[in-house]
Structures are given as C-alpha cells and as structure tokens.
C-alpha cells in the first residue's frame, strides 16, 4: 500500500517513519528541502497510484486549508484525503463540501501520541464513511499501538467526528494536566513535611487510580528538573480547549475542572494581574485592606 503525507514536522515526520516500518509506501512532501521526498504537490500526486490517499498533517486553520484546496487541483475523483491535525471539527464539513464537486473524498483523523507515536503508536479518532475507513484501514493499523484494535482506534462516526473526539479528549487533557500539577505545587510547598516530592509522584505510577501515561511523564519531568528552574510557567492553549468549552455553553454541559484549567493558563502569562489589581482596591476601598504597592 502507498500513502502521501504533506507535513513532515515532529508529527508527520515519526508518522512517516512508523508507517514504513509497517510495510507501507511513503511519499512525503514539506516545503523543508531537507526532509521533504517529491519537490511539490503535483510530484505528490504523480508519484502516487491512484486512487490515491493523502494524509494531511499541518497546522489547523489557514495552513490546512490552504493545503486542501492545493491538493484538489492536483487529485482526481475518487482520491482521498485525510486531515490528521488539530483542525476546528466545524472545518471538516467545509472541506468535505468543497471537495464533493470535484468527487474527492474525505476523512478527518483525530492523532494522539505526541512526540512518543513513533515509539508508542497513536490513538486515533476518525471520521467519515465506513467505505473510506475501510480503505484506508491498513494505515491506521500501522499507526495505531500494538494491541487490540479497539484500544487505540476508533471510527467515532460521520466527517467531523473524528476531530470532534479529538477536541473532547484535549479538553479532558487540560483538566488532568491541571490536576497534577495543583498537587505539585502543595506537596512542593509543604517540604516540612514532604520531603521527597518526586517520589511521591514516581511511587504512584503503579497500583494507585491516578497513574496514567500523562503522571509518567510528569516523573520524567521532574528526575530532570525536581524545581523546574529551567521552566518558566507560561502555558500556551493550542485552540481545543477553548472549543471544548465553547460546545460545553452550546449545550449546556456543565465543565468546572476543564474550564479552570483553561483559566489557570491565561493567568500563567500575567506578570501582574489586572484583575487581581482590581480585587486589591476594592478591597482596600471597602475595607481599609493592606495592598501591596510596586516597587
């Protein structure tokens, strides 16, 4: 089986490299010289048998649609593309839409595993026909972890599901993430009685309900760097969070821990709260409470 794959990042480069490993045929493109297999989408599409399936892997947003658009002037009918990045779940049906007339298919591919999928395989979330899915099973089987089929993929439903599950388990990931790292900060601060804070965590990697890959790595984190002083905590949010959210108030779907998560990280990139500036004068205006003036 062959496969084209545009986007060959830390990602879509591990996937390339995976998939060959499983046997399977891969033509890469990226505008890097140095990584890329065929100079330009149209050598893409030359080298591929058609009908061929080509695996998108950019950035979500202009840079995927931009690809998309590119691709349908090079593809035939009956091809397929598959968009495995971050894309908002709401953009498959634009693509699918776009795509029709020209009567090239399409799949939208939600990828978990990070930099560890080349190693660990990935979880997957798609959507689109179960004809497509069939067809392009042989490539998610190469890319999913060793195992049974149904603990590392899933057809979830029709086009946008896939991103749409992707987008949940995101969410979900924020709160986790949030979750851990509010205990770091208790057991850290309390050294007068927690005196060894990275076992603590390494010792609940086994037989405790919290051990999870996500506390692993946490571990791994803090053997290299038990204060983080080589860290500053500034946390960027790459868009599935707030669209989690975002369908959470469309369908009144009550979300504390997730959406705390999502506000812990605005606040990490204030130097000085203006709303907690807020808070302080107010305080003193009712109260006649102390506020800490700038240096």
Do not use: C
């Amino acid at each position: 089986m062959q496969i084209g794959l545009i986007g060959l990042g830390k990602m879509g480069n591990n996937m390339r490299t995976r998939l060959r490993n499983a046997g399977i045929e891969v033509t890469g493109y990226d505008r890097n010289p140095a990584v890329t297999d065929v100079p330009d989408l149209a050598a893409l599409a030359a080298a591929l048998p058609a009908p061929r399936i080509v695996w998108v892997m950019v950035p979500a947003g202009e840079i995927t649609d931009g690809v998309i658009h590119d691709l349908a002037d090079v593809l035939d009918e009956g091809d397929l593309i598959i968009d495995g990045g971050n894309s908002k779940w709401t953009e498959d049906f634009k693509h699918s839409e776009y795509l029709v007339p020209k009567g090239i298919e399409f799949m939208d591919a939600g990828v978990s595993g990070g930099v560890w999928g080349l190693e660990n395989g990935y979880g997957l979330m798609v959507g689109g026909t179960a004809e497509n899915v069939e067809r392009a099973m042989p490539i998610f089987d190469a890319l999913r972890p060793e195992g049974p089929r149904e603990e590392g993929f899933v057809h979830v439903g029709e086009v946008g599901a896939g991103h749409y599950a992707k987008m949940v388990h995101n969410g979900i990931e924020y709160g986790i993430m949030q979750a851990y790292a509010e205990g770091y900060e208790l057991l850290d601060t309390k050294k007068d009685i927690i005196k060894d804070v990275t076992g603590t965590f390494k010792a609940w990697q086994r037989g405790t309900v919290v051990r999870s890959w996500l506390l692993d790595l946490l571990v791994r984190a803090l053997e290299a760097d038990p204060e983080f002083h080589d860290i500053q905590g500034y946390v960027q949010d790459s868009g599935e969070g707030r669209w989690t959210l975002e369908e959470a108030i469309e369908n009144a779907v009550p979300m504390p821990a997730i959406s705390a998560a999502i506000f812990a990280r605005f606040v990490s990139r204030q130097e000085d709260s203006p709303s907690m500036k807020a808070v302080a004068a107010l305080r003193n205006q009712f109260g006649g409470h102390a506020v800490k003036e700038l240096d």
